[in-house]
């Protein structure tokens, strides 16, 4: 990492994450003291159970996957050696080298046309292209889309001043004003790391039961930060009344990518297009500062310097770079665009249930 608060940020290997989640029981617990009473919680919870989304299965670990996509853009790879795709829909940067899948791609593009794709995501790679139906497309285009022009913030981190990035101000427009019945601010790291570690305990390498619906694939980075980020937000927002947004970050620019070495899981690297997660506001003894949520990278909350800088790994990417954030309203899902300027959306929270589904059983390094 960048920063050498990313190293002292990122404390625990996959084995002693999965053992420090015993010790974590009691302080959850705990939470309840603070929380609406469990009946309430419970009936909340189960209003999700109507959105499981049946047909779903789990993955199998190294087996390639076939979507439903659109493409957000297409560029050379910085070595040249094929071309670089990138889907809305999934958050992975993918290399094609067939000429074939690259012309049907295009097309699609140009054409503004649904493809279903297989993908190899475990080397990044598109393996097969096709358009799909007249009816198909229709239903996948017919999702409802948040436009939001000029919200886009550009950065650079090498010149940026942390304490602007992590300033819950609203020059950077991260603070929360406009969520009827939530809480703007987290009072305290001590309640935001409460939080934090019952989020964790609904991870699919930890064993059953969860606190909600559908366990959450923090294990298997490659893909789905749009699903974990939409169902973090669910627990904050419901289980603890408290405000949310959604912080994307892009590789929108040049060669710029997201590289992540996955410390967590393994130590392996991930490069993806675009990241997302929760956003809060934290109060601090300085002052109210913007804190992600990101249990797939970090054990705790961390400032949103911090979860930028771990993006731009160059042990992963001599191209990492983060291009630009946009900080959206919850409801924003995953970007339809290559701008990030517009986004789909998920109320019924079936994509979020079928993508968490597909990953339960899925490893980010193997």
């Known amino acids: 990492m960048k920063k050498s608060t990313i190293g002292n940020t990122i404390k625990l290997t996959a084995l002693s994450y999965m053992v420090a989640m015993a010790g974590m029981v009691l302080l959850v617990n705990s939470c309840s003291k603070s929380t609406p009473s469990a009946t309430k919680i419970a009936a909340s919870e189960s209003s999700l159970q109507v959105n499981k989304v049946a047909a779903a299965q789990p993955l199998q670990q190294n087996a390639p996957e076939t979507n439903t996509v659109t493409i957000a853009a297409i560029r050379k790879s910085s070595d040249g050696t094929g071309n670089e795709v990138?889907?809305?829909?999934?958050?992975?940067?993918?290399?094609?080298?067939?000429?074939?899948?690259?012309?049907?791609?295009?097309?699609?593009?140009?054409?503004?046309?649904?493809?279903?794709?297989?993908?190899?995501?475990?080397?990044?790679?598109?393996?097969?292209?096709?358009?799909?139906?007249?009816?198909?497309?229709?239903?996948?285009?017919?999702?409802?889309?948040?436009?939001?022009?000029?919200?886009?913030?550009?950065?650079?981190?090498?010149?940026?001043?942390?304490?602007?990035?992590?300033?819950?101000?609203?020059?950077?427009?991260?603070?929360?004003?406009?969520?009827?019945?939530?809480?703007?601010?987290?009072?305290?790291?001590?309640?935001?790391?409460?939080?934090?570690?019952?989020?964790?305990?609904?991870?699919?390498?930890?064993?059953?039961?969860?606190?909600?619906?559908?366990?959450?694939?923090?294990?298997?980075?490659?893909?789905?930060?749009?699903?974990?980020?939409?169902?973090?937000?669910?627990?904050?927002?419901?289980?603890?009344?408290?405000?949310?947004?959604?912080?994307?970050?892009?590789?929108?620019?040049?060669?710029?990518?997201?590289?992540?070495?996955?410390?967590?899981?393994?130590?392996?690297?991930?490069?993806w297009w675009y990241h997302v997660a929760p956003l809060v506001n934290i109060k601090t003894p300085t002052g109210v500062k913007a804190f992600v949520f990101d249990a797939a990278m970090f054990d705790q909350p961390v400032l949103l310097a911090t979860w930028l800088h771990a993006q731009e790994n160059p042990a992963c990417s001599g191209t990492a770079r983060v291009s630009m954030i946009n900080i959206q309203p919850t409801a924003s899902y995953s970007p339809s665009g290559y701008s990030g300027l517009t986004f789909n959306t998920d109320p019924t929270y079936s994509s979020t249930n079928s993508t968490l589904i597909s990953y339960s059983t899925r490893h980010t390094c193997y």
């Not at 294990?219 to 974990?228: K, N």
């Open 86 to 271: 990138m889907f809305n829909e999934l958050a992975e940067l993918f290399t094609v080298y067939d000429a074939a899948v690259l012309n049907t791609l295009q097309n699609a593009l140009e054409n503004n046309h649904v493809v279903s794709v297989k993908t190899d995501p475990w080397n990044g790679v598109v393996l097969y292209a096709n358009v799909v139906t007249a009816t198909e497309e229709q239903a996948h285009l017919s999702r409802e889309i948040i436009s939001a022009p000029g919200s886009a913030i550009p950065v650079n981190l090498a010149t940026m001043n942390p304490d602007v990035i992590n300033s819950a101000t609203a020059a950077m427009s991260i603070l929360n004003t406009s969520t009827p019945g939530l809480t703007n601010v987290i009072p305290d790291m001590a309640t935001a790391q409460l939080m934090f570690d019952y989020i964790v305990k609904q991870c699919c390498a930890l064993p059953s039961p969860y606190g909600i619906d559908h366990c959450i694939s923090f294990q298997y980075c490659q893909d789905g930060c749009y699903a974990r980020a939409h169902k973090m937000c669910w627990i904050l927002n419901n289980r603890y009344h408290y405000a949310t947004h959604k912080i994307f970050s892009f590789a929108n620019a040049g060669s710029d990518r997201l590289s992540v070495k996955c410390l967590k899981w393994g130590g392996c690297c991930v490069t």
